[in-house]
Nanobody, 118 residues
Framework: VKLLESGGGLVQAGGSLKLSCAQS????????MGWFRQAPGKEHEFVAA????????YYSDSVKGRFTISRDNAKNTVYLEMNSLSPEDTAVYYC????????????WGQGTQVTVSS
């Protein structure tokens, strides 16, 4: 199973970005999916997760109400729509896959940089 993120870039504070993550190999609908991020000098931080079918979503308090995770199982792709971005959202964003449904994210993408300027 491989994950490939795209959609990162530079945006001004208050702006929006939409990240995509395409999975190859495996059966996409058999994986719960998540997004994590890592800011310079900080640990990985959970951002959002979505269940196999997409019926259940979970968010960290820091992004709740601003970010939306979604998935298209027909396209083997998970998305993270980010609105009202602030400089504190600057980080490398990683797409992850969980084959267990128990938050065991064993597959990680290479990451995509998101930079929010003030």
């Amino acid at each position: 199973v491989k994950l490939l993120e795209s959609g990162g870039g530079l945006v001004q504070a208050g702006g929006s970005l939409k990240l995509s993550c395409a999975q190859s190999g495996g059966t996409f609908s058999s994986y719960a999916m998540g997004w994590f991020r890592q800011a310079p000098g900080k640990e990985h931080e959970f951002v959002a997760a979505i269940s196999y079918s997409g019926n259940h979503t979970y968010y960290s308090d820091s992004v709740k109400g601003r970010f939306t995770i979604s998935r298209d199982n027909a396209k083997n792709t998970v998305y993270l729509e980010m609105n009202s971005l602030s400089p504190e959202d600057t980080a490398v964003y990683y797409c992850t896959a969980d084959p267990t449904g128990a938050a065991a994210y064993t597959v990680w993408g290479q990451g995509t940089q998101v930079t929010v300027s003030s």
